[in-house]
């Protein structure tokens, strides 16, 4: 299995940037995808973009296109959420996720998530 560390949460002001970072560690080598999730309070679960650890191919949610970019450095093992324009709707617990070349749609690796607070 793979181990994955969130770090980078915060307050910001909307209109603000913060960047996340997600350290993978364990089987890294069976990674298929990375994807940042995030849970606001009374809300479901939403995968808010992915990224093909191969291939790199990137998915974002419609809410998130143009203000967030996912990136990976496969030297680190390291997988990046940079969030600009922050709006309070994007408060959450952000967390990251893996799924492996096994189950390639299925997240089974899961972060501790990070706390990502957007005031007015």
């Known amino acids: 299995q793979v181990q994955l560390v969130e770090s980078g949460g915060g307050l910001v002001q909307a209109g603000g940037s913060l960047r996340l970072s997600c350290a993978a560690s364990?089987?890294?080598?069976?990674?298929?995808?990375l994807g940042w999730f995030r849970q606001a309070p009374g809300k479901e679960r939403e995968l808010v973009a992915s990224i093909n650890w191969i291939g790199g191919a990137t998915y974002y949610i419609d809410s998130v296109k143009g203000r967030f970019t996912v990136s990976r450095d496969a030297a680190k093992n390291t997988v990046y959420l940079q969030m600009n324009s922050l709006e309070p709707e994007d408060t959450a617990v952000y967390y990251c996720a893996a799924s492996d070349i096994y189950h390639t749609s299925q997240y089974d690796s899961w972060g501790q998530g990070t706390q990502v607070t957007v005031s007015s």
């Open positions: 364990g089987r890294t080598f069976s990674m298929y995808a």
